[in-house]
């Protein structure tokens, strides 16, 4: 039988009623006991490596789960890691940078509502979750949610309180979960026997995100530019700047620029990226200033490859080189 470890991390999933609104208080091996079908599945070991609402997590709780994925690594076939869904794409984009080419799956999944309750998603989602751990043709970092498998580079929460919570972004979803019978929409990546992880250990949280709105100004940008190692600006459409290469936007920019700090454009348009080759305003930017753009990134998976490509180097040329070197379909041009 395959051998499955769950690492819990806390969220709605684990939570209780505190007296002052839910919080995270039941256990990795409280959480299994809620779901002994698992037992039929693999043989499951549980640790607690936190228990936070994941609003607190971060970078620092992204190390640590992935340093006890490495830890364990040799000890069990898959792994299932519970955490709140607020920051679980994240944790996911970040995971999938710091743990690459794994033969063996790494699942993240959570709940709208708390295992402990009658009318939970969380077993169901636990349940679905080790189901495709423990498949031998799962690998990688995916995000299992509401009977949908998404990689763990294009997850995003998109709704707050039902549990259709999560979609895949610009990609097609990897599986789907339908009862006890796992899909799968797209043939899973071939390992040859033995093949190893790579991973890392090391990540810059000095990561800025700025979301433009019309009027804004380049104050913000000009202020903030000493407290931090990289911006992603958000913009409109498929991408251009307010005021084009020679505005006060532009002028910040230039700042940020010399001083070695590194710039990503993106666009706040949630499906479909950007392309700044389309209009003057964004053309005239990307051809005046060596910026990194997403393209069809998402927010997520931005942030977390720019932390991870800062933790390896700070050198403008190795870092758009390894930005926009794709990992598990993150950046399709
Ligand atoms: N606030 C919770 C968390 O992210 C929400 C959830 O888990 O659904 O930890």
Redesign the pocket.
């Known amino acids: 039988m395959r051998r499955i470890l769950l690492l819990a991390t806390?969220?709605?999933?684990a939570s209780k009623e505190s007296g002052q609104g839910l919080s995270p208080a039941i256990t990795s091996e409280e959480i299994l006991s809620y779901v002994p079908a698992v037992g039929e599945l693999c043989r499951m070991e549980a640790v607690q490596l936190m228990n936070l609402?994941?609003?607190n997590v971060g970078p620092s709780h992204w190390l640590k789960i992935a340093a006890a994925i490495r830890e364990h690594y040799e000890d069990y076939d898959g792994f299932v890691i519970t955490h709140?869904?607020?920051?679980m794409a994240y944790t996911a984009a970040a995971l999938s940078y710091l743990i690459q080419d794994s033969p063996k799956p790494i699942v993240i999944t959570?709940?709208?509502k708390s295992i402990c309750l009658d009318d939970t998603d969380a077993r169901r989602n636990l349940f679905q979750s080790v189901l495709y751990a423990a498949d031998r043709q799962s690998h990688d970092v995916s995000l299992v949610f509401d009977g949908r498998v998404i990689l763990g580079t294009r997850a995003r929460k998109e709704r707050s309180k039902s549990f259709n919570a999560f979609s895949s972004v610009d990609y097609p979803e990897i599986a789907v979960i339908r009862d006890r019978k796992l899909i799968r929409y797209l043939a899973p990546r071939a390992y040859s026997y033995g093949a190893e992880p790579v991973f890392y250990d090391s990540l810059e949280d000095k990561v800025l995100l700025l979301t433009l709105i019309p009027g804004m100004g380049a104050e913000a940008l000009g202020l903030l530019k000493d407290s931090y190692q990289a911006v992603i600006l958000q913009s409109f459409g498929v991408g251009g700047l307010p005021g084009g290469g020679s505005g006060p936007l532009a002028q910040a920019m230039s700042e940020w620029l010399e001083a070695g700090k590194t710039i990503v454009m993106m666009t706040q348009v949630p499906y479909e990226g950007s392309d700044m080759s389309v209009y003057q305003v964004g053309q005239q930017v990307k051809e005046k200033f060596p910026l990194i753009e997403a393209y069809n990134m998402t927010l997520e998976a931005a942030a977390a490859k720019l932390m991870w490509v800062l933790g390896q180097t700070r050198e403008p040329e190795q870092v758009r080189e390894l930005f926009y070197r794709p990992v598990q379909c993150d950046l399709i041009r």
């Open positions: 806390g969220g709605t999933i609402d994941s609003t709140g869904t607020d920051t959570g709940s709208q």
